[in-house]
């Protein structure tokens, strides 16, 4: 996680210091950051030099996949991440990623015919984007138009009123942060098929399980696009959990987890994180853990949305002691 490390330094010791933020904390600002990791041995990206509970994070991802923006589910795993913009009234938090990702509202157009003249209508439909990547990469696997939208303008919250108030309102609780997710599908060369049997030989292992599919053809790297990042709570849990997900299609769809880019409009530390990021800066990365999927996360099962959290296995995983940070759940 050193690209990461690089990052951080750069944003406290080269960022534009901003002092009236949205949160009212200031913080240090960066524009246009990038971090590029690889998966393909089969190792996670999750921060370690600091403790970070990756069983709250796949739940997070978890509760995104199964589509319901009630919170319901996040309490019963103790996940505190989205409490503070959870509406009372409502117990959720908005047309936010769970609904954006498994049913958007979308504009979709059709053409009636009166017998006298065509027409062109506007209709919203609401649409499956995990269902849609699924299907887009098996019909088309080269093509340049995979990607996963959490962008909708027309739900985004109202800044003068509170988050609260914008759910109840019928918007989101915040503007979504990470927006575009791109997927890639390339061939793997000959040179990369010991690694790959080495991979699922050990995740065979780890689930006392037999991998019948055939070997992957392909890998899958994917990129996130995020318009803010808070970089010391939030963009370790957002790396970790794009990069799972990158596991999760490959694993369905039988590639091989290939790279995943993580790419940022705003990336900020707050004021309030200084101490602590200075903290981090002297702490050197243990090496990566393993990600590790079941047999039992089918294609079916990731589109019914029942995913559990005893399909993934992490191995291996050492940090450096946990770092409490102020404005996180």
Known sequence: MKAYLANLDKIINRGDLIENDRSGTGMFSLIGLNEKYSLFNGELPLITTRKINFTKTLSELIWFLKGDSNVQYLKEKQVPFWTKWTSPITQDIGPMYPVLWRRKPEVTSKLYSNGVRKEIKYEIIQVDQIKRILESIEKHPFSRRHYLSNIAIGLNPEESVSPIENVEE?????????????????????????????????????????????????????????????????????IAQYSALTFIIAHVLNLHPGSYTHSVNDSHVYLSHHKEALEQLTREPYPLPKLYLSQALTKEVLLKGELSEEMFQLVGYQSHPFIRLSLEG
Do not use: W
Request: glycine residues 2%; aromatic residues 8%; positive net charge.
């Open 170 to 238: 019928g918007r989101m609780a915040l503007d979504t942060c990470h927006q575009v997710f791109y997927l890639n599908v390339r061939k793997l060369h000959p040179v990369e098929m010991k690694k790959v049997i080495e991979y699922r030989k050990a995740q065979s292992h780890a689930f006392d399980e037999v991998d019948n599919r055939p070997l992957p053809q392909y890998r899958l790297d994917t990129m996130l696009q995020m318009r803010s990042n808070d970089v010391m709570v939030g963009k370790p849990h957002n």
